[in-house]
């Protein structure tokens, strides 16, 4: 009887650790998370952390913008890193992609089926249907030819169109590459597999005590 007493406080014990391992995860890696995205375009002007994926794209004056479609946000660097503002977008919790043309950033809202064109942080069009797919914007828009920039954690490098690296950028935020998506299945794996482990050295030890 003391036998299960013992691996049910165990158990109790290893919950009580999840609990708490789990909620400092989420709490660092929630803070920049928007879980209700706006009805419109918002914009905001104090920097927030950045989680999961991010897409990235610099315009001729070598600002920087990175798009978050976990965090439904879009934020916008100079060239020196400092932040310039960031746009809240009204995804309705689905993906967008984003490009930048003449120095106007351009947002595909998937679920929305809709372009939104912001200049300097302002709406000035808005169209419905016009893409079949994500993969026509990114066809119309030639990305992936056009971004010259890759982001890695804080530090962002632009290089010109040859590949040469041109300048590294640190950024006043930290960005965390994986999300609270990724991060938590692995996270739950992980504890369940080291408690499956520790309760079955626990009992092995118990039926051979002279080991």
Same mark, same amino acid.
């Given at each position: 009887?003391?036998?299960?007493?013992?691996?049910?406080?165990?158990?109790?014990?290893?919950?009580?650790?999840?609990?708490?391992?789990?909620?400092?995860?989420?709490?660092?890696?929630s803070a920049g998370v928007n879980m209700n995205p706006p009805a419109d375009v918002e914009k905001f002007y104090s920097p927030v952390s950045v989680s999961g994926m991010t897409d990235i794209a610099v315009d001729s004056s070598d600002n920087i913008y990175i798009g978050s479609p976990d965090d439904s946000r879009v934020q916008v660097f100079n060239d020196s890193g400092q932040f310039l503002y960031g746009l809240n977008l009204p995804t309705g919790t689905g993906f967008f992609f984003m490009a930048v043309s003449d120095d106007k950033l351009y947002v595909y809202l998937v679920r929305a089926d809709k372009e939104v064109t912001i200049d300097n942080g302002t709406v000035v069009n808005t169209v419905s249907g016009y893409y079949s797919s994500p993969d026509d914007f990114d066809s119309y828009f030639n990305t992936n030819s056009q971004n010259n920039a890759?982001?890695?954690?804080?530090?962002?490098? /632009?290089?010109?169109?040859?590949?040469? @690296?041109?300048?590294? $950028?640190?950024?006043?935020?930290?960005?965390?590459?994986?999300? /609270?998506?990724?991060?938590?299945?692995? @996270?739950?794996?992980? $504890?369940?597999?080291f408690f499956i482990v520790t309760v079955w050295k626990f009992l092995k030890r118990k039926r051979n005590p002279l080991r």
């Open positions: 009887m003391k036998t299960y007493k013992r691996i049910l406080l165990m158990i109790v014990a290893a919950l009580w650790v999840i609990m708490v391992v789990l909620g400092i995860v989420f709490s660092m890696l890759r982001i890695w954690f804080n530090k962002v490098k /632009i290089s010109d169109n040859n590949g040469n @690296l041109v300048k590294t $950028v640190t950024l006043p935020v930290s960005v965390y590459p994986f999300s /609270i998506d990724t991060v938590m299945p692995l @996270l739950l794996m992980g $504890v369940v597999i």
